[in-house]
């Protein structure tokens, strides 16, 4: 695969990116019931673009353990490309479970309980979801700071689909974190 | 006089909808896990034959320097012959003329990789020098029983059985690698053909020929008997 930067796939999480993105950012104009709503959407968009692009590390991890020397889903080569850490089995596991399956099932978490919310945002239970939102989406942080660390500092590649995951991660934080605002200024509803 | 009017906060559904909400996710998981599952199926990697060899990354010493080898980046056509070694280890010790005969017999056709770990057992500290003169058959530690050298540090390194091996010793001293081949013990001997399946792993004789040893696995698989 000659650039990963072009390819569909990505382009795709991209966009799912730039839409949760936007969701987020148009929430904050809107008052009461509406601009919750709008912002819970745009966290879930982030979380089911966090789930997908877990999903497809996954996908690139079983392909490379069966065609170590170069897969067929991401370039193994050069500055952006997966070989160097999906591909590499010092770093592509934690006790021998891919990061993508990893991902996979941090994001579902993180999608549940956030979509108990927007299925019923005036639910005795909402708030107490909404900090297990927090706690759940915080408990990644260390290991994304791991990752990112490997990437930066150990491999000195980039594998971009490890990144839009790490991105999706960050944009739920932070629309999690835009949540709480909403919860604590009496804005919910 | 105004009357004030109570603010009535919104009540929730009657139903919990945290259930729909599990089903719904439930969904999406298993809808994203058949697709992926059809795009690239999980691989059965293991020690296992059948499977996939567990890949390793580790440095690795030919006769001059210690380097960065991986595992697959080995696969070079020939079958693949994994021995797992501790130069501490007596029967070890004793497998190193054996090693030496297979070799003359079969390195054209096999290629031979020793992986050198160091079992957790009283007496057995292997070092990277004394990794080195195992394979080499140099001087290392002395005979007396004083813990240095090969042979739980019973024997100078030099004198052990067999030529001086030339083939690709890998580092496992900190035992990453026997943790995920599920390493029952020193001596222990795997064959992988030229994808890197395993066709034979010592730890199953239930699948292999009654009494047969690595040596007659490697020319039953070469064509020889």
């Known amino acids: ?189 | 006089m105004a009357r004030r009017r109570a603010r009535i906060e919104p009540q929730g559904k009657d139903e919990d909808v945290r259930l729909m909400a599990g089903m719904i996710t439930a969904g999406v998981v298993t809808i994203v896990l058949i697709a992926s599952m059809l795009i690239a199926p999980p691989a059965d990697v293991g020690p296992e034959e059948g499977s996939l060899a567990p890949d390793f990354v580790a440095d690795a010493y030919t006769g001059s320097t210690w380097e960065e080898v991986r595992l697959s980046e080995l696969y070079d056509g020939r079958l693949i012959y994994i021995n797992f070694l501790d130069t501490d280890c007596p029967y070890c010790w004793e497998e190193g003329e054996e090693l030496s005969q297979m070799h003359e017999a079969f390195k054209d056709d096999v290629r031979f990789i020793n992986v050198m770990v160091s079992l957790e057992i009283s007496g057995h500290d292997s070092s990277r020098a004394e990794v080195e003169a195992f394979r080499d058959k140099t001087s290392f530690g002395d005979n007396e029983n004083n813990g240095d050298g090969c042979y739980s540090g019973r024997k100078n390194c030099a004198e052990r059985p067999g030529d001086p091996h030339t083939w690709t010793y890998v580092d496992d001293l900190s035992n990453s690698i026997a943790k995920d081949w599920d390493l029952p013990g020193t001596p222990f001997s795997v064959i992988l053909d030229s994808s890197g399946t395993v066709i034979w792993n010592q730890a199953q004789p239930e699948n292999h020929p009654s009494g047969e040893d690595v040596g007659n696995a490697l020319a039953r698989f070469l064509g020889g008997n």
């Not at chain 1, 497809?56 to 850490?85: H, K």
């Not at chain 1, 596991?93 to 994001?107: H, I, Q, V």
Request: neutral net charge.
């Open chain 1, 1 to 189: 695969m000659a650039n990963p930067l072009a390819d569909p796939v990505l382009l795709f999480f991209i966009a799912g990116l730039l839409a949760s993105g936007y969701l987020l950012a148009s929430s904050r104009s809107k008052d009461g019931v509406d601009g919750t709503n709008r912002m819970l959407e745009g966290t879930l968009a982030f979380s089911i673009t966090g789930l997908l692009s877990s999903a497809w590390t996954w996908v690139i991890y079983n392909d490379m353990v069966r065609n170590p020397l170069g897969g067929e889903f991401c370039a193994t080569e050069g500055l952006v490309q997966c070989g160097s850490v999906i591909g590499d089995p010092r770093y592509n596991n934690l006790f021998g479970m891919s990061w993508g399956s990893l991902g996979m099932a941090a994001f579902t978490a993180l999608f549940f309980v956030v979509l108990c919310i927007r299925m019923d945002i005036h639910a005795k239970w909402a708030p107490k979801y909404l900090d297990y939102a927090w706690w759940l989406g915080l408990a990644g942080v260390p290991f994304l700071l791991l990752l990112i660390g490997i990437e930066v500092l150990v491999v000195q590649h980039i594998c971009p689909f490890c990144t839009a995951a790490h991105l999706a991660l960050i944009g739920y934080l932070a629309a999690v974190i835009m949540l709480r605002q909403r919860r604590e200024a009496n804005a919910w509803h």
